[in-house]
């Protein structure tokens, strides 16, 4: 005997939660329940086991948690040391902090993406999949009950008819016959085609400058009524909107460094400058302190030139201190090369101030000391 | 209809007696005068000397004892026994605010499932008239300079021909200065007290009126949208004035939904406590398992919430190092570090692990155990915010700290449950009522804990 496929079309989510019931009553399977809306509790009545979805969201965020924390110790810590705002580098542990934002909002990107990809996989509704419903009438106001059933169909007819069903009907399934879809997808490949050729043609845009919008929300976001920072201002000196500092100003703190960034002015530092701060543990100490913040990432710990930067091979021609790497430099050229930086040494001075800048010269002297 | 047990009568007093006593004991044993200070602590440095071996730091230390130093140990000592007491009030006053607050959204909302709480939201929020006046009290004395919590409201330090001028106190003195201060605290606590009242009586209209009639119900619902806004404004301005302003060279414009949060999560706390306790008596049959779940669920949101903003103020110190910011958190690491991390770890890593579980919060005994960590850990909190400003390193967790504990605990059961007794514990003739009695969340199955 073949294979039938029984369909009970019912009306009202009551009755078709009486009539799930009913049929489960008498020990028949359900093999499939078609509702325009979520009914509650139908999946309790059907029998079906419950959702899995939680542990998978819980094992989804955990991967994006442990992944966050790869990513911000091989970005920030392993492959290129990056020094922000002078916070202590070079240990995961101590940057943790900052790294928590990205912790949370991987974990929350993983769960969320994960698991509803993978609630559409469970459910058959990736691209180009096809689709299953049977009843077009069950995206309306219709519920729908499906059974394949091997053998005699009438004792479930008259369960169904008796439970209310508007509609109960009987078919045969011949093997090789697809079900009859009530709407038809293009093949899997062309709708790759088309997806493909959407997102070619997105990314064709013109240098043409973008068709103004119909309508613009908020127009004050978009432009602003105040002059911005760096543009230009019809009342400003120069037309800018930026002012350079009043003549013969400094800011706060500042102390004004008078060698020039020339070769004759490196000579100068190199042979006359000396440092004005006692030369004591204190300062070598804190010299240390953001010498290992600010330097050793190209230059090393021991000043050896062996910074990761440069084990990993992304700065290279960064010297050692020893004496006999760099025979001919004093606490003032170091002092001159920090603010100024040399080659591809950058200049420190923004990040660093003036007594900062002292006393980590202070520390390369010592590193210096120590380096054969 | 409630019966208020002998037992719990006995209890509550009791535990009140032990405030009492507890609070005299830590009066008794607080120094008077600087000399008292000058001997106690000569009495620590010889200890110190004693399993150091080494006569000279002893020497050192006394030294460095001068008198100002002891005088301002004494304040921090005296400060003590009235800061115990006025972080337990605190406490106690915020779960009984937010337990309010909780009423006044499920009127706002219109909500269903909640109806059979109502009445015992209304109890435990009846706290706020016993406890707002004890609040009040201490903000008196305070201002009566009975103690120095407020250490702002010294008037040498808005003196600019004192040695003590502090300008920046100076520039806050239109705002913190005491005659005001004790104006804003009248005015929150009868703006809270007055919404409770109404939204209490009007609850029991409801319950006598006809079938059908919602006038007071619907009355219920515009006195909590008035609250509401109300609230808004003062549980920030009362969170500066009662716990930031501890403080006064400080400032956070994040503090008032971060005492809020804290606040919040603790009231529910303590309602999954009472309700659970009820329920053991036998009382509150139309209660289920899916009430307690959405209260946990409530805690679990609002832990994260707290955490949320518990490390939005965290990271960006710690980001920016900026000397005026950093010194709150230089003020906690230095003397409080373990019971800062600990209290960071009861309040977010806990409820995170332990209420993630949708299941598991519909256990009662669970829940009961969730509720005293949380209450614990934002009590710790609201200790830690408070006692740096008020008693520096002086601090420790003794019989004044747990005594007034205690003594809160059992005035707020006294009260919580005095109100019980007083109405039916249904809010009768509630228009959701039915609703709520019929609330399942669906996938709760268990019937029994």
New interface residues.
Partial sequence: MSKKLVHGLFDDDDILMSGVKAVRQKGIDIDEVYTPFPV??LD?AMGLK?TRI?SAA?IFGIIGFFFAIWLTWFMMIEDWPQNI?G?PSFTWLENM??F??IMFEMTIFFTAHLMVTTYFFKNKLYPGSAGINPDPRTTDDKFLMEFFVDGDTSNLEAILKDSGAIEVTVKDIVEEEKRNLWFKLPPKSASVVVILLGLGLSSCSSDEPMREPVSVYMPDMYHSVAYEPYSEDPNGINSMEARTPVDGTIKRGYVPYDIPNTNEGYQEALMNLKSPIASNDENAKYGEELYNIYCISCHGINGDGQGKLVQNEKFLGVPSYAASRLPNISEGSIFHVITYGKNMMGSHASQLTWDERWKISQHVLKLRSQLK | MYIFSQKLKTLSFVLMAVGILSLAFGFITTPSTVEDVNNQMEHVDADHSEDSDSHETAVKINDHHDEAHAEHVLTQLKNRPWSALYVSALFFLFIALGTLFFMAIQYIGQAGWSVVLLRVMEAMSTYLIPGGLIVFLILLAGGLHFHHIFHWMDASLIDPNSPNFDPIIEGKSGYLNVPFFLLRAVVYLGGWIGALLLIKKYSIEQENAEVGNNIAYNKAFKVSAIFMVFFGVTSSTGSWDWVMSVDPHWFSTLFGWYVFSGMFVSALAMMVLVVVYLKTKGYLQTVNHSHIHDLGKFMFGFSIFWTYLWFSQFVLYWYANIPEEVTYYIARFADYKVAFWTMVVMNFVFPLIVLMDSGKKSYYPYMVVTGVVLIIGHYMDLFIMIMPGSVGSHWYFGVVEIGTFLGFLGLFIFCTANNLSKRSLIAKGHPMLKESEHYHYYNIEHEDH
Avoid: D, R, V, Y
Wanted: hydrophobic fraction near 25%; charge should be positive.
């Fill in positions: 509650h509790g309790k419950p939680a819980f705002g916070k902090p900052s928590i934002p």
